[in-house]
């Protein structure tokens, strides 16, 4: 193939490149510079799948979505100026999450910069520390062959390393990569500039996308007679279920973990943890993932009295304590091993109940029937109730996208008992834990899993109206069967919990933190012609929830608001002797 233009050959070899290093899904939010690589993008169609979306803020959730479930890097490109900055929370969240983007961001020649040129500004270096890379490449140009096929030459080794990098196959952490391509016009394919080398003949991008052998450190001997819980964060991973069963300890798994299935998973732990008697007598703790969800973990962790290993994962490592006795790959316990890279754990015999674990077992089962029995005596729809029965919809291969505040801790009390190896997957964007782009990552995730047997989205009202421009997709994208469960309790909860929520902040805590919104979320669904369902007992959930009508759908479940401190204070007194 030779393109008519240099913009046209530098947007199809980095496509071409990416396609070939493992990218399968490109969102693009249109615009007048990055033309070039729209038409690259379109022509590409059978190698990958193209998304467009008419706000960058939601193309880059898109993309964080579809990275998280599908398991490969994803592409996503912008036109030139604020379109660029509109990338940064997803871009923060990949990176905090560990989630592989690729960000092709047209930009004007640099000549123009600082000349107040329109839609021009230094886009250079614009996300920081949040990428782990970035490259800000030329202006393409025609030249003779020699020079030509130099440039095509550099920039397959530009795309193939920025997918390594981001995958993280040259040794970091996987996250975001940033390109940012100037573009002389003529931007259309069809427009000649002198170019004339043909692409194909060009070798491909070096050894970038050649899977090292990363060593790992030896194995890190912990002891066995201390008593131990295993703290399961985001992305911990089948590793923590198989240390905690293997050496008979507690498991204390958050939702999105994808650790909190087999027999060691106390359901209530966080309840649990805000008995001191219980938690004081813990002596060690050994951490995967990313917890981000309680206080009582938090404060577990920066206790100085106990035994902490981090075991290093995708997302890197959570010592937010500073007390971290050893980061390690791999932890080992008399002849048991458990390893973060969940393709190669070694599944032991469980042992006997200690009684340390049969202690922690005894005390959720307890408390678990105090919260059911107290659920069950509400006159009113709860969002505990709502979580659960989200939780329990969820078949074995299905997909449940979790947004952040009170659904995900809602959510963590509630999680159904799932079996080990049903396959359910619970995401959410946990990096930042932002309520940011959350519709767009749940459309995401359903898209970069399609064989899920079914995809649910557990959302709060303030989060799904943050995004509520992710259901505005044009007549030709694609739609997942998706149901987006709204938890509408007309506001902030989550505030009410905390100080600002106390008594004496009662006249001002509307207006600061609780900000009821009064939205008609049927109207606004009527607006994207999406379907919607509103429900206000469990029954009526419970019957949306069997009866899916295809597509992308919002059932509507409305709570109250204005008892929420008061009931989590009763559930926090479930757990105290």
């Given amino acids: 193939m030779t393109p008519a233009n240099a913009s046209t050959a530098l947007a199809t070899v980095l496509l071409d490149e990416l396609a070939r290093c493992g990218v399968r899904d490109l969102v693009l939010a249109p615009g007048s510079r990055s033309a070039a690589l729209a038409f690259a993008a379109y022509n590409a169609r059978d190698r990958v799948r193209l998304h467009t979306r008419l706000d ?3 193309a880059g959730f898109l993309a964080v979505g579809l990275a998280r479930t599908s398991r490969r890097p994803v592409a996503v490109v912008t036109t030139s100026g604020t379109a660029v900055a509109n990338l940064h929370p997803a871009v923060l969240e990949a990176s905090h999450a560990g989630v592989p983007l690729i960000l092709l961001t047209a930009d004007r020649p640099a000549r123009l910069r600082g000349t107040n040129a329109n839609q021009t500004t230094d886009q250079a270096g614009i996300f920081g520390g949040a990428v782990r890379e970035s490259a800000d490449v030329p202006a393409p140009h025609a030249g003779s062959g020699e020079a030509e096929r130099r440039q095509v030459v550099g920039w397959r080794s530009l795309a193939a390393r920025s997918a390594a990098v981001a995958t993280g196959r040259l040794g970091a952490r996987p996250g975001p990569v940033h390109l940012n391509l100037q573009f002389e016009e003529p931007l259309v394919p069809d427009a000649g500039d002198g170019w004339g080398s043909a692409l194909d003949g060009a070798p491909h991008g070096g050894p970038w996308m050649t899977p090292g052998a990363r060593p790992l450190a030896s194995p890190e001997p912990i002891s066995a007679d201390l008593r131990t819980v295993v703290v399961a964060g985001d992305d911990a991973g089948p590793p923590a279920r198989v240390l905690a069963e293997a050496a008979g300890w507690p498991l204390l798994a958050e939702p999105t973990s994808g650790s909190r299935t087999g027999d060691s998973v106390i359901r209530t732990y966080r309840l649990l943890l805000g008995d001191p008697e219980l938690a004081a007598r813990i002596q060690q703790v050994v951490v995967f993932g ?11 962790l920066a206790r100085d009295d106990i035994e902490l290993y981090a075991v290093r994962g995708p997302s890197g490592w959570t010592d937010s304590g500073h007390h971290v006795h050893a980061v390690v790959d791999r932890v080992e316990l008399e002849g048991v091993r458990a390893q973060w890279f969940a393709s190669e754990h070694v599944d032991e015999a469980p042992r006997e109940p200690d009684p340390w674990m049969e202690e922690w077992r005894s005390r959720d089962a307890e408390v678990s029937k105090r919260l059911d029995a107290f659920l069950g005596t509400r006159d009113r729809l709860t969002p505990h109730q709502v979580a659960g029965a989200v939780s329990a919809a969820v078949p074995p291969n299905g997909l449940l996208f979790v947004g952040a505040s009170n659904p995900v801790r809602d959510l963590d009390l509630m999680v159904a008992p799932y079996a080990v190896g049903d396959r359910r997957m ?6 930042l834990a932002g309520i940011d782009g959350s519709v767009s990552s749940a459309v995401g995730a359903a898209l970069g899993r399609p064989h899920s047997t079914r995809s649910i989205a557990l959302l709060g009202d303030v989060t799904f109206l943050h995004d509520a421009n992710g259901l505005v997709l044009g007549p030709r994208e694609e739609r997942p069967d998706l149901t987006i469960v709204v938890v509408n309790d007309d506001g902030g909860s989550i505030f009410a919990s905390l100080e600002q929520g106390s008594e004496q902040h009662a006249a001002s805590y509307d207006t600061l933190f609780g900000t009821p919104h009064g939205v008609d979320v049927a109207s606004l669904c009527a607006a994207t012609r999406t379907p919607h369902w509103r429900v206000d007992s469990l029954a009526e959930l419970r019957h949306a929830l069997d009866s899916p009508a295809g597509g992308i759908e919002v ?3 409305v709570v109250r608001r ?9 559930i926090r007194a479930l757990a105290l002797p």
């Fill in 56 to 58: 960058e803020r939601s």
């Fill in 290 to 300: 990313h917890p981000t969800l309680s206080r009582p973990v938090s404060r577990l």
């Fill in 426 to 431: 619970v995401v959410g964007n946990r990096g």
């Fill in 555 to 557: 059932v509507e479940a």
């Fill in 562 to 570: 204005d008892d929420r401190r008061d009931l989590d204070a009763a």
